[in-house]
């Protein structure tokens, strides 16, 4: 503020609405009567200024007022979004642990046994039973005569001799001794040391008693049902196909409706389906299992249980686990939701000791400590890992974190199994020990194939290719162990010398369904990815196998059908674009397509328009198309013909001869990404995926024309 004390006006510098603004004013000066008086008095000049000062610091004062009011009024809007924020991440929080808690209502009851796998208190969660006091033996005696028709007793309170007399109408005849026994062998090689559904010892003296007697008169119904239900599941594994015969008979002896059920009864359901499934006829042998699954349930198999024998506890709990685990591998195999939730088992698991340490009566203590040696523990430990696989393929796709994670666990499988059953050593593995490693890399591969779908981005589907090879060459090295001949007397056959002995026949009596269609998985993706080496390999084994599984010949058509298809796109000049080729994807996914959640073949195209199911669509008329641009390609009863698996492997070994003349390859092992925890690490790095699409675009023009 400044003020001239002469007669002119008074400038004042006011302070206006910003405090960085300064205006000027002029106040006129006061009207003196005289000359005399024009001279101010100082205390009149103080009290404008002071007057002025005063307005200034209100001005200043109010507007510092209205900037802090600002300051306050935005930070309480921050204030207010973040905790609207914060109120939506909490909604979504608790939406997703209800969907969790929904999704998995309890952990796996094989997650508690890591540490101590057998320990009584492993998976154990027995519901406590009061204490009573009064005596209700007269109870106990009228009240099921008294209840006929309305409720019936809890297993084994219900327990009944089920022993009908036979008459010489329906009575079956026995087999052979000499093939009986063979069967049996065979049996107790291939599925009684993973599935030990069976006391050996009890079920050796009823056999030796029935073929004693020379007859079935004085056998029980339902054990000679569960006598026919072993031998079809053990003539399974020979050239001799009688499995269906015993089928039949085993199914016709006892019905599945039955309303009072025993131990043998869900035993009989188990053994047929997995006969069913042997045979190809997978969804039978779903509906089969699920009756399986009930009739344990109905006799109490999934609740530990006081009062029994401690053989045949021992004998119900193997019984259960065996469901458990066949219900979790042919969930897997379907892509179907397993039948058993983990939060209704509440039996612990079995000991991993053999039969024979096991009496046929008296008491017997289970031991505290499993044997390092046991197939029970591996297998044990794989069924932990594929019910872990099967929450995750609920999602649409699978993150980076999710695969580190299940890498990790899956390592921890392979560290359960014996040493001789670890991957990175060269010594010899019998065909019959394949089953629980099959097992684990076939988790493996679909956890692993699931990011196929077009959910995922480009780079993430090549990227799932990739970490497929890898489990694919984890198999390989278990089929080059198994491929050799026998150097000892072979477990299957004992009489036969080691020179009749090959190592095609051995894999062909151990062969099972799921072998069969992990190796045409295998084959297909090492195809599509150009390892034509790894492919001949598997593709070998495949046809070891031969016709011994119906499941093998339909791998067989199709993975004929896939390589027409592929060498017609790599004639074309389309080698180096398969990863976008919808169609090649649609291919190399194989049952991915068999699954309503993660099919995406039977889609039609967003475009199309949608006519009645009675109009033959567009969408079929390009398959009908595609079908007879294949060339030589033929339906014969409904099915492509197919030049048999020794066309495949010429097909096969043409590619690799092609291939290793036009570029010169490292070792695919040696390509593949850095392991980590020891063979446990399965992710293969962006680098290398760049380089695999490199090698395909410098291949893409090979001559195959005299492929076909």
């Known amino acids: 503020m400044a003020m001239d004390t002469r007669t002119g006006p008074i400038r004042v510098q006011q302070a206006t609405s910003s405090l960085d603004t300064v205006t000027s004013v002029d106040i006129p000066p006061p009207e003196l009567p005289h000359r005399a008086c024009r001279r101010i008095c100082p205390r009149s000049v103080f ?140 049996y107790l090689l291939s599925f009684h040391k993973t599935l030990p559904i069976l006391h050996w010892p009890s079920f050796i003296n009823q056999y030796e008693a029935a073929y004693q007697a020379e007859s079935l008169l004085s056998v029980p119904r339902v054990w000679v049902a569960l006598f026919f239900a072993v031998l079809g599941c053990g003539s399974l594994q020979r050239v001799r196909q009688d499995g269906q015969y015993y089928l039949e008979i085993s199914r016709s002896l006892i019905e599945s409706l039955d309303e009072d059920l025993s131990l043998d009864h869900a035993r009989c359901a188990l053994l047929r389906s997995i006969l069913l499934v042997e045979n190809n006829h997978k969804s039978a042998g779903w509906i089969c299992l699920g009756t399986a699954v009930h009739m344990a349930q109905d006799i109490g198999l999934h609740r530990e249980a006081s009062g029994w024998p401690s053989v045949e506890s021992e004998t119900r709990r193997r019984v259960w686990w065996s469901i458990y685990t066949c219900d979790r591998l042919l969930s897997l195999e379907l892509g179907r939701p397993p039948m058993i939730h983990d939060a209704e088992c509440e039996i612990r698991l079995p000991s991993p000791v053999d039969d024979q340490q096991m009496p046929l009566s008296g008491s017997w203590t289970p031991p505290t400590v499993s044997a390092p040696s046991s197939p029970l523990l591996a297998v044990f430990s794989v069924v932990d890992a594929v019910t872990r696989v099967l929450r995750e393929l609920r999602r649409p796709s699978l993150s980076m974190a999710t695969l580190r994670s299940c890498d990790s666990m899956f390592g921890d499988c392979i560290a ?128 070891a196998i031969g016709d011994a599984r119906p499941a093998n010949v339909a791998c067989g058509r199709y993975m004929d059908f896939f390589l027409r298809r592929l060498v017609a796109k790599i004639q074309q000049g389309e080698g180096a674009y398969l990863e976008s080729d919808e169609e090649m994807m649609v291919y190399v996914s194989g049952d991915l397509q068999g699954s309503i959640e993660s099919a995406w073949a039977w889609q039609p195209p967003e475009d199309e328009i949608r006519i009645s199911p009675a109009t033959q669509s567009p969408f079929y008329k390009e398959s009908e198309h595609h079908s007879k641009t294949v060339g030589s390609l033929t339906r014969c009863e409904g099915l492509i013909e197919w030049s048999g698996w020794e066309g495949i492997l010429e097909t096969l070994g043409r590619l690799a001869q092609e291939r290793s003349q036009q570029v010169p390859q490292p070792p695919v092992h040696e390509s593949r990404a850095a392991r980590v925890q020891g063979d446990s690490g399965h992710l293969v790095s962006p680098n290398e995926a760049q380089n695999r699409q490199a090698i395909s675009l410098n291949s893409s023009r090979i001559s195959i024309a005299n492929i076909i």
């Open 416 to 543: 359960a199994f014996p040493a001789h059953h670890q991957i990175r050593i060269n010594e010899y593995l019998h065909p019959h020990e394949l089953a629980p490693l099959i097992y684990l890399q076939n988790a493996r591969l679909m956890l692993h194939r699931h990011n196929l779908t077009p959910l995922c981005p480009p780079n993430e589907r090549t990227a799932a290719i990739d970490r497929c090879c890898v489990v694919g060459q984890d198999t390989v090295q278990l089929l080059a162990r198994c491929m050799q001949n026998p150097l000892v007397t072979s477990p299957i056959s004992p009489t036969i010398p080691p020179a009749q002995d090959t190592w095609e026949s051995c894999l062909k009596s151990a062969a099972t369904t799921f072998l069969s269609t992990h190796l045409w998985r295998c084959t297909l993706l090492f195809s599509f990815r150009g390892d034509y080496d790894g492919a001949l390999v598997c593709a070998r084994a495949s046809a």
């Open 47 to 186: 009290t404008v200024k002071r007057g002025l000062i005063d307005s200034e610091e209100r001005i200043r004062a109010a507007m510092l007022v209205e900037r802090g009011r600002s300051k306050r009024m935005s930070s309480i809007k921050q204030v207010q979004d973040l905790e609207r924020q914060l109120a939506q991440t909490r909604k979504q929080l608790h939406e997703l642990r209800s969907t969790a808690k929904q999704e998995m209502p309890g952990q796996s009851p094989l997650a508690h046994s890591q540490k101590h796998p057998f320990s009584p208190e492993a998976t154990s969660r027995s519901r406590s039973k009061p204490l009573i006091k009064q005596d209700l033996s007269r109870v106990r005696s009228s009240l099921p005569k008294v209840a006929a028709g309305l409720f019936k007793p809890p297993y084994p309170y219900n327990a009944q001799t089920f022993h009908q007399r036979w008459s010489e109408s329906n009575l079956p005849g026995l087999p052979p001794r000499h093939i009986a026994d063979q069967i049996l062998r065979h």
